[in-house]
């Protein structure tokens, strides 16, 4: 079964960092999109950060300046740096890879938390 494990969310006080990483089980045959998505409580799941197989980079007008999007192909990871975190940033992130395992899928992470408070 293909699986998304983040890891790096937690606690952070305001204008801190955090670095967000999410790996695959498996390795994919293709990897075409990756991306970093967020939820907070009462909002819908935002686009955070987006990277393609070309490594063009997307991010939301919110993040620019202060997130950055890396891939490890090698690895079937994506990486998410968060610098000079703000409160409004807290949230559920969540990862995403557009691949193909068996077929072409939309996979999903199971979210990590990010907190940022003083």
């Known amino acids: 079964q293909v699986q998304l494990v983040e890891s790096g969310g937690g606690l952070v006080q305001p204008g801190g960092s955090l670095r967000l990483s999410c790996a695959a089980s498996?390795?994919?045959?293709?990897?075409?999109?990756m991306g970093w998505y967020r939820q907070a409580p009462g909002n819908q799941r935002e686009l955070v950060a987006s990277i393609t197989r070309s490594d063009r980079r997307d991010y939301a007008d919110s993040v620019k300046g202060r997130f950055t999007i890396d891939r490890d192909n090698a690895k079937n990871t994506v990486y998410l740096q968060m610098n000079s975190l703000k409160p409004e940033d807290t949230a559920v992130y969540y990862c995403?890879?557009?691949?193909?395992?068996?077929?072409?899928?939309?996979?999903w992470g199971q979210g990590t938390q990010v907190t940022v408070s003083s």
């Open positions: 498996v390795r994919f045959v293709l990897i075409d999109h």
């Open positions: 995403n890879m557009k691949a193909v395992y068996t077929d072409w899928r939309d996979y």
